[in-house]
Each structure stands twice: as structure tokens, then as C-alpha cells.
């Protein structure tokens, strides 16, 4: 029983941070979109979720790092 429990409760927070994950993307879209509208966020995340869904999302690399290295002094840009 408790290790029922504790699925739930992951499959719960999984799920929990999977919605944060999806607010924090429209989020980041162009306010331009009509995006401070509720109901217009609430249809592009569940756009969103069917689209994870069916597997027509993919996830890209994050290579932030290299090109951070790459410049650290405004000096090193403007050369």
C-alpha cells in the first residue's frame, strides 16, 4: 500500500512539473501572441501537450556554455 502511495505521489509530481515546465515555455513566447489572455494560454498548453504527445515535439541542446566561454570581456568581442 505505501509503495502505491508513493507511485501516486510521483506520478503527481511529475506531472505537476511537466505543467510548470509547459508555463514557464509560453512564458517565454512573444507577448505579441495574445498570451495574456487565459483562455489563449490554456489552449496553447494543451496544444502543447497533445503535440508532446503524438511526439511532434522534440527538445533542443541547450549550448549556452561554449558560447559564454567563448566571449567573457566585451574586449575579447569587439577584437
Keep these: 500500500r505505501k509503495r502505491l502511495r508513493a507511485a501516486r505521489k510521483a506520478a503527481r509530481r511529475k506531472d505537476r512539473k511537466q505543467t510548470h515546465a509547459d508555463e514557464k515555455l509560453i512564458s517565454k513566447l512573444q507577448p505579441g501572441l ?3 489572455n487565459p483562455y ?4 496553447l498548453r494543451e496544444e502543447l501537450q497533445m503535440a508532446r504527445a503524438s511526439g511532434r515535439v522534440t527538445d533542443g541542446l541547450e549550448d549556452e556554455a561554449a558560447a559564454d566561454k567563448e566571449y567573457q570581456t566585451s574586449t575579447k568581442f569587439f577584437q
Design 34 to 36: 495574445g498570451l495574456n
Design 40 to 43: 489563449e494560454k490554456r489552449k
